[in-house]
């Protein structure tokens, strides 16, 4: 078997640093996106507070309070798997610096066994010739760049063996910090059971409340209303600020592409609510998808709205042009502005989730009157 270049075990802690330092980044980056949702429902939270109580809101409040749970938990998970992934990577390298320690005070004895068999004066006996001489000064030398190279190797174990305290030093700290995340955790995830339990209490005790079901149902027929309003609103555009396809969206019917992969949780037309057990009018598709999958615009068309909407969370609007237009509920969040004009296949957002889990709400609306968008899909939902 041929020997490991000597160089090899200085790039073994090189790569572990470049394969930590990237996973430190998507640990970053996973962290920043949590913050993001807990300040998105934060902001959802304070919309909350400005609209009219009701069954809607209440339900809507305590959904957030599960979504943000559920936040927290799942940012903690994170910041455990960090401090034990430290804890891995500080494992490794005590074991590399204890094992260089080991290979150089091998090396050290060997040395030292070898100036010990020569004597102090390296052998110098009696010379009677200049090569007798030269021999001994050589030999000389030799001894005295030994003796450099132990106090190098000397410096350099002190050096580690200082390193590996510092490590040691690291390891109790982090352990700590792995202490309390794996606390703060468990806390977390029974703060979760609680705000779960309290919503599908909620949720049972409406199912036996008849006076709660009609108001639910009252209230969702005020919010349908104040949705046409608002599209109403959409369609009085100043001059010049009308958006014109290269393609008329009246021509696309049965070509448009779903804007999430999903199935179809609630079609388009009237439904007796699961939960609520009142007849609605559903004025487009419920679509079960995954949580945070990707959400496409299914046509060109010009942000017309983006905010926090009553009962339908963060909704994105999309202006078609010809008083087309579509409309996405349910989100994750709010990742486009108003005005700002997206392609086909553009993303303008994520999958939320609502009381029945990851759901988006897609509609096609002419003039505010709503579509079914099966007609519309080139490929349906099933």
């Avoid at 030093?169 to 309290?198: I, P, T």
């Avoid at 006076?211 to 010049?240: H, M, N």
């Avoid at 993303?347 to 759901?359: C, K, M, N």
Wanted: with cysteine.
């Amino acid at each position: 078997m041929r020997p490991l270049p000597r160089f090899l075990p200085l790039l073994l802690p090189l790569c572990l640093l470049a394969q930590g330092a990237q996973e430190a980044a998507d640990l970053r980056q996973k962290l920043a996106a949590i913050q993001g949702r807990l300040n998105q429902v934060d902001q959802q939270l304070d919309s909350l507070k400005k609209r009219r109580k009701g069954v809607l809101v209440e339900i809507q409040g305590i959904s957030l309070q599960r979504d943000k749970a559920k936040a927290q938990v799942e940012g903690a998970r994170l910041r455990r798997d960090q401090a034990q992934s430290e804890v891995q990577v500080i494992g490794r390298e005590q074991a590399r610096i204890q094992g260089e320690v080991r290979r150089l005070q091998g090396d050290l004895r060997q040395q030292v066994r070898w100036m010990q068999a020569l004597g102090p004066w390296g052998d110098l006996g009696f010379y009677t010739t200049f090569k007798d001489l030269e021999a001994w000064l050589v030999r000389g030398r030799m001894l005295a760049w030994a003796r450099l190279q132990e106090r190098k190797q000397l410096d350099l174990i002190h050096r580690l063996q200082g390193d590996l305290a510092v490590k040691e030093k690291a390891l109790k700290e982090v352990l700590a910090r792995l202490a309390a995340e794996e606390k703060e955790a468990a806390q977390l995830q029974a703060a979760l059971r609680l705000q779960e339990e309290k919503l599908n209490g909620f949720l049972d005790g409406l199912q036996k409340d008849e006076a709660a079901q009609k108001q639910a149902q009252a209230e969702l027929a005020e919010e349908a209303v104040q949705l046409e309003r608002l599209l109403s609103g959409l369609l009085v555009k100043p001059k010049g600020e009308a958006f014109e396809p290269a393609v008329a969206f009246a021509n696309l019917r049965g070509e448009l592409p779903q804007p999430v992969e999903g199935s179809l949780a609630l079609g388009f037309g009237e439904h007796l609510h699961p939960r609520f057990h009142t007849k609605t009018m559903q004025s487009g598709l419920l679509i079960s998808a995954s949580g945070g999958a990707p959400v496409a615009a299914v046509a060109d068309g010009k942000v017309a709205f983006s905010d926090y909407y009553q009962s339908y969370g963060p909704m994105v609007i999309l202006d078609h042009g010809g008083g087309w237009f579509t409309l996405y509920t349910h989100l994750l969040g709010l990742s486009v502005s108003k005005g700002q004009v997206l392609k086909a296949g553009e993303s303008l957002g994520a999958v939320g989730d609502t009381v029945d889990g990851p759901r988006l709400g897609f509609e096609i609306r002419h003039q505010a009157q709503p579509q079914d968008p099966q007609k519309w899909l080139k490929k349906k939902y099933r």
